[in-house]
């Protein structure tokens, strides 16, 4: 019998997801001790700390300006000015403190209409935040035009629990048993995806999303699914459907499947690849 390859790709890449998930879940359950982690727990914090912490968190750790900007809107999300405002009025019954936890850590449970599901639990990696740097970006976001009373008890305690209990998450590498170099030149040829991407130093088109930062903001899980199904994934806004191939999964091979993830999980290019964007206004 002939399997068709889009079959066999994707059966592929269950298996390696699962590999993933599983090496995931097998880290040892270590306190993380990272030195840029906030954590406000047990201290004396004002309102006024807390919005610029987490300010500092929207702009730095939580890569939240690689998708959304304030007071215009980003390339992959809505612009968030006045959410402490809106956030009131998004689901009925539910206030807008609870709604803003809701969106950073359970993101697709409620979708601003035009946008799809992409944004990834801010509390598991790769964003990882802890408890405390939730409770600084919730207060954050209730200072554009709603009233700062968020409590760290608001924030469910088994918020950013993954990310502790896997140690320095985001210094234990998870690594895809693919060669990136490889996944650069198939990057580059066979899937043309330069046609289309920038991914750091190589490409410059701008008919698809920069890619450069894409690692910083995205799980694995979606990079996979995204190559294999594009329109399944939802379109991002702002870009026209169906422009993404969707026959990358009977052309690639496993391997170059593999290999061109592996290469575009090492794209976490420094926010100064995009900054100016954020000064221009
Ligand atoms: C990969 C891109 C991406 C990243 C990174 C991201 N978001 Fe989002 N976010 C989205 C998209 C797309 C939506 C709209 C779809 C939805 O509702 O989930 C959204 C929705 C939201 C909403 C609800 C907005 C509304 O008007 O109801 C909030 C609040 C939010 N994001 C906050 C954040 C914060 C804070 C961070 C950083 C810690 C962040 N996001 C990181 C893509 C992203
Ligand atoms: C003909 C142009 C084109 C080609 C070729 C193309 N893409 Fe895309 N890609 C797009 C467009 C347009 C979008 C945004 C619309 C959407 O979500 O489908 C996109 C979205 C993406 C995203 C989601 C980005 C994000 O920020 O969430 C990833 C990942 C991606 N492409 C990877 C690839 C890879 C890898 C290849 C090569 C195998 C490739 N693309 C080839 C046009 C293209």
């Not at 870009?239 to 592996?262: C, F, H, R, W």
Request: proline fraction near 8%; include cysteine; glycine fraction near 12%.
């Amino acid at each position: 019998m002939r399997v068709p390859l889009i079959v066999k790709v994707g059966t592929f890449a269950l298996a390696v997801m699962g590999v993933y998930a599983y090496y995931a879940n097998s880290i040892p359950q270590i306190q993380s001790t990272l030195p840029e982690e906030l954590s406000l727990e047990g201290g004396n914090v004002t309102p006024e700390q807390l919005v610029k912490a987490g300010e500092g968190i929207f702009k730095g750790k939580g890569t939240c300006e690689i998708c959304h900007r304030i007071g215009q809107k980003g390339t992959r999300a809505p612009d968030l000015a006045g959410i402490g405002a809106t956030a009131a009025k998004r689901k009925p019954g539910m206030s807008a403190k609870a709604y803003i936890i809701e969106s950073l850590l359970d993101p697709r449970a409620y979708l601003v209409e035009g946008y799809p599901g992409i944004m990834p639990k801010v509390d598991r990696p790769p964003i990882g935040l802890n408890r405390s740097e939730l409770w600084a970006t919730v207060a954050f976001l209730q200072s554009m035009a709603g009233t700062v009373d968020v409590k760290l008890d608001d924030i469910p305690k088994t918020a950013g629990a993954v990310v502790a209990a896997e140690g320095a998450a985001q210094g234990a590498e998870l690594k895809l048993p693919g060669d990136p170099k490889a996944g650069q030149v198939v990057f580059m040829g066979k899937g043309a995806c330069i046609a289309c991407h920038k991914a750091g130093a190589i490409g410059a088109s701008p008919i698809g999303p920069d890619l450069s930062q894409i690692a910083k903001i995205q799980t694995p899980e979606y990079i996979m699914a995204k190559i294999l199904d594009p329109a399944g994934m939802g379109t991002m806004a702002g870009y026209p459907p169906n422009m993404m191939p969707p026959t990358l999964g009977q052309t690639l091979t496993a391997k170059e499947y593999i290999d061109l993830v592996s290469f575009l999980l090492t794209l976490k290019g420094e926010a100064a690849a995009q900054a100016p964007a954020a000064s221009k206004q």
